[in-house]
């Protein structure tokens, strides 16, 4: 498992994950159920939707096989698939500028993608800070729509 740990600034409280080639607009995805899984899905991109509109902690691996969901750690924790055609994957925040944002390498193909959210109800009243924090997790797997597998409680 490779595992990379990121501090990355979630304007409009989102992050992105796509692949390099992606072209597609999130504009759409963002609709109801999406925002309440925090999980927007289009064409070789998925966005991440977080509590804060700040720089958060990002830890994003990358594993050989399925890893156990550990769902009583978590907060929030959803699944979905993310096809990779370039073998380049990017994460950034939102409103990042394209071309510096960090590539990792990867081999082409299907991915199942989980987020795992903690440290959400942390948040402080004027939601400036908190330990909130996005676990990102990737395999090769087989196609999947967006599903929760544990929703936070607001």
């Not at 990355?8 to 989102?14: G, I, S, T």
């Not at 958060?56 to 691996?61: A, G, M, N």
């Not at 994460?91 to 987020?115: H, K, N, S």
């Not at 795992?116 to 330990?131: K, M, P, Q, R, V």
Request: hydrophobic residues 40%; contains cysteine.
């Amino acid at each position: 498992m490779k595992s990379y740990q990121r501090e990355l600034f979630a304007d409009y409280f989102q992050l992105y994950l796509q692949d390099e080639a992606a072209e597609a607009n999130l504009g759409e995805a963002w609709d109801e159920a999406a925002t309440q899984r925090m999980f927007a899905v289009t064409t070789g991109m998925i966005g991440i939707g977080t509590t804060r509109n700040m720089e958060v902690p990002v830890t994003l691996e990358f594993h050989d096989a399925e890893p156990p969901q550990n769902l009583p750690d978590f907060d929030h924790v959803v699944e979905g698939a993310l096809v990779v055609t370039t073998g380049s994957l990017v994460l950034a925040g939102c409103t990042d500028y394209f071309p510096d944002a960090e590539r990792f390498a990867l081999e082409p193909g299907t991915y199942r993608v989980r987020l795992s959210c903690s440290g959400l109800n942390t948040l402080s009243a004027d939601g400036l800070e908190g330990n909130d924090h996005y676990l990102i997790q990737l395999w090769l797997g087989s196609p999947l729509e967006p599903t929760v597998l544990k929703q936070r409680s607001v």
